[in-house]
Each structure stands twice: as C-alpha cells, then as structure tokens.
C-alpha cells in the first residue's frame, strides 16, 4: 500500500497548477492578476485529493471524473475572471495541451524511477520527490514551452506583408499591417490584445479628443510605454478583426487603439500571438 502525505501532494499539485495556469496565460496573451493566479492554483490543488478514491465501480469513476471536470472549470474561470462556457472552454483546451505535455515528461521520469517517483491516479499526480526537484522539473517544463514559443514567434517576420480589416460602429477600415513580438498591450477593461491603428481616419470618425463623443463610441483610454517614451491610447472593442495576408483569412478577439496618424503613415501593428 502507498503512503501518501496529505501536505506534500498539496503543495506538489499547487506548483503544478501556478506553473500550467502561467502558460496558459502566456499562450493565450492573457492578463492575470497575481491574487488570481494563487487562488486559482490552490483550487485546482484540492483537486488532488481525488488521488484517495478507489474506483470501486463506474459510477464512483464517473463522478471522479466530473468532479475533476468542475474543478478544472473554476479553477480556469477564477484565474482569467470569466464564467463565460464559450471561453473558460478554449482556456481549459490550452490548459489540458499543457498539461499533456507536462504528462509526458512524468512518464519519462515514471519508466526511468520504475514508478518509484511518480504516482498517477484519479487525474492526479504525487510526487515521491524533494520539492526542490519538483520546482525543477516544473521550471524545466515552463522554459522548454516558452523556447518552443520564442521560436514560433520568430517565424513571423515583419516583413510579411498582412491586411487588417476593422468594423467599427458599423463601417469598415482597412490597412496594411505588420506583426511584431513588441507590440504587448493588453487591454485592462476586456483583458484582450491590442491592435495598434496609425490611422486618422478612425481617428477623425471616432472623434478622438471630443469627451461627449469618446463615451458615445465606447471608447476608454489605455496607458502605454514604448522606447520614445510613455503615452496614453483610446481603446475600443470593434465588431469584427479579419487579417489577411495568411493561406487563409482569419478573425481574432482582439481590441483596437487608435492614434492619429497626421505624421506618419496608416499602418497596424499586431502581435503575431494573435494568429495562433
């Protein structure tokens, strides 16, 4: 019989979860406040005790199952601050491409220990290690999913040539667009990415710097810094994005800020994490 200490599977499964939520966060250019992140973590953690049950039969694996289903949608909806199916769904595929991954290093671990190691049950995991090792091999996880990253973000050259179509208050803009790593504005209101828009003609359309009109388009500043300096940038949530310049067209929850661009000509700037 296993010997399992309630305390360490805890804390093992807590650093699990901070480090699959942290990714998930990263790959989806998402913005997760600190308090989030730990609350979420410790919730997913509990889900660990599920390791205790015995599937004495298919009902009892059945509800194993949707327990570890609900815990999972909480834990992904109190750490991105959002209860809607159709995104806490999304989150929670990212999140189990993670977790997948993170599996497959434990069964490397597993077939070298001879099982001596690792314990899998129940969806989840006990360690019989150092936590030292545990950080270890969770920051070897993190750094490995973030090189892969760098390197996909680097494929994107801001040479491409792209287009991007904006609806806005029912009319359409166009512009040509590059994508650019540099570009990582998140909006704080909606928690999207933000596309940048040189342009003056949403610009003068929006009535940018008119306050009765800025509330009547929904628009909120944003601050933002770059290497000239720091400044502030109007913020709106456009019906539809769709980029081009790709195989294929494709459409992207995103934001838009818009500066004037009187000096300077129409372009866009987007960060090329919003094509994956």
């Known amino acids: 019989m296993r010997v399992i200490y309630l305390d360490v599977l805890i804390i093992t499964n807590l650093i699990i979860s901070l480090t699959l939520l942290s990714l998930t966060a990263k790959a989806t250019y998402s913005s997760v406040k600190n308090h989030r992140l730990i609350i979420a973590g410790f919730f997913g953690s509990l889900s660990s005790i599920l390791i205790l049950f015995n599937k004495e039969s298919l009902l009892i694996s059945l509800a194993i199952t949707i327990a570890k289903l609900v815990i999972t949608y909480f834990e992904i909806a109190i750490c991105f601050k959002t209860f809607k199916f159709k995104k806490v769904f999304k989150l929670i595929l990212i999140y189990l491409l993670f977790n997948f991954i993170f599996i497959?290093?434990?069964?490397?671990?597993?077939n070298l220990s001879k099982g001596k190691l690792v314990y899998v049950k129940n969806y989840s995991v006990?360690?019989?290690i150092s936590i030292g090792w545990l950080i270890v091999i969770s920051i070897a996880t993190y750094l490995v999913i973030s090189i892969f990253e760098l390197i996909k973000n680097r494929s994107f050259?801001?040479?491409d040539s792209y287009k991007i179509k904006a609806i806005i208050?029912?009319?359409?803009?166009e512009s040509k667009a590059i994508a650019?790593?540099?570009?990582k504005l998140v909006d704080m209101y909606y928690g999207k990415p933000v596309v940048v828009f040189y342009n003056k003609e949403i610009s003068d359309y929006l009535k940018i710097g008119d306050e009765m009109a800025v509330v009547k388009n929904k628009l909120h500043i944003l601050p933002y810094t770059t290497i000239k300096g720091q400044g502030i940038i109007y913020v709106t949530k456009p019906q539809e994005i769709e980029i081009s310049g790709l195989k294929d067209k494709k459409t992207a929850e995103v934001c838009i800020g818009i500066l004037s661009s009187e000096n300077e000509y129409p372009r866009v700037i987007f960060n090329p994490k919003i094509l994956v």
Not at 169 to 173: H, K, L, Q, T, V
Not at 180 to 183: F, L, Q, R, S, V
Request: no cysteine; hydrophobic share 35%.
């Open 104 to 110: 497959g290093i434990l069964i490397v671990i597993w």
């Open 157 to 159: 050259s801001k040479e």
């Open 169 to 173: 208050n029912g009319r359409s803009f």
């Open 126 to 128: 006990y360690f019989n």
């Open 180 to 183: 650019d790593t540099g570009n």
